[in-house]
């Protein structure tokens, strides 16, 4: 039988994991697919206690959750090809200086 | 046969996230990230959650990972554009060594709950018409807003997208003939 924990156990990689990838790489396109991933794992989490106390106000929650996250995809998505254009790479040490004229 | 369904779904999830933060090319993160999420929206069948299994597949891995991927080959990102990060594997290992304290707490506060039986039944517990019932009458602030949130980014991402590089241009090479912004818009990004 699957229990609780082996499911919070999955939900608490994924959310460690998206961590460690906003901490460890500097790729600015895996730090947002890591911001993802860490909603992902709170989604997961909100769904098993959901079915665990067999309330439909979690699963609410987790709608909400992926609706703000489809926003903050068109914002972020947006925002990466603005610096894109104007710094001509993905570091996001580059990105520290934000100054228009100046070159990388 | 549901637990073999399970243990191969989080195989599946963990391995694409681990998938996401090793390898440099962002294309293959992004299909990690795929994978990944996939995995997520099985579990979420598997929970009963059949509403938000159709979500998961939709929104996310329909539309948010093929606007990403869609990015990354717009942009035309080269191997040499990408950062260099000498240090990638030291720091994950800190990562890690950072967040085993916080997993164990919520696996030992998780373990004491009374364990109950999370297996698929047949009731309508996560479709989509109790959860509608329960989002339109107790969640109905939360939906107004989200409503206007939504509203802000279509807003927004059509501002910040628009095309200014003209005047960034002009202030830094002002010899450029003002025409020559004009006759370049067509084939910037």
Known sequence: MISLSSYAFVSMILFSIGVIGVIARRNIFVIYMSIEMMLNGVNLFLATFARYHFNMDPQVVTVIVISIAAAEAAIFLSAIILLYRSKKSLDTDIFTSLSQGEKS | ?189
């Open chain 2, 1 to 189: 046969m549901i637990d073999v369904v399970f243990i191969g779904l989080s195989f599946l999830a963990i391995s694409g996230a681990i998938a996401m933060i090793v390898y440099a090319n962002p294309m293959y993160s992004a299909l990690g990230v795929l994978i990944s999420m996939l995995s997520v929206a099985g579990m979420f069948a598997l929970l009963n959650a059949t509403f938000l299994f159709m979500v998961q597949i939709i929104v996310y891995a329909g539309a948010i990972m093929t606007l990403i991927l869609f990015i990354l080959m717009f942009l035309n990102i080269k191997e040499e554009d990408l950062p260099k990060e000498p240090k990638k594997f030291q720091l994950i290992a800190i990562g890690a060594v950072v967040m085993i304290p916080l997993n164990v707490l919520i696996l030992e506060a998780v373990s004491k709950l009374p364990a109950k039986d999370l297996s698929v039944i047949d009731s309508d517990f996560g479709d989509i018409k109790p959860l509608g019932k329960v989002l339109y009458n107790d969640w109905i602030l939360a939906f107004e807003l989200i409503s206007i949130l939504l509203l802000v980014a279509l807003i927004g991402s059509v501002v910040l997208a628009k095309k200014r590089k003209s005047r960034i241009k002009d202030e830094i090479d002002p010899q450029t003939v003002p025409t020559s912004s004009q006759t370049n818009k067509g084939e910037q990004l």
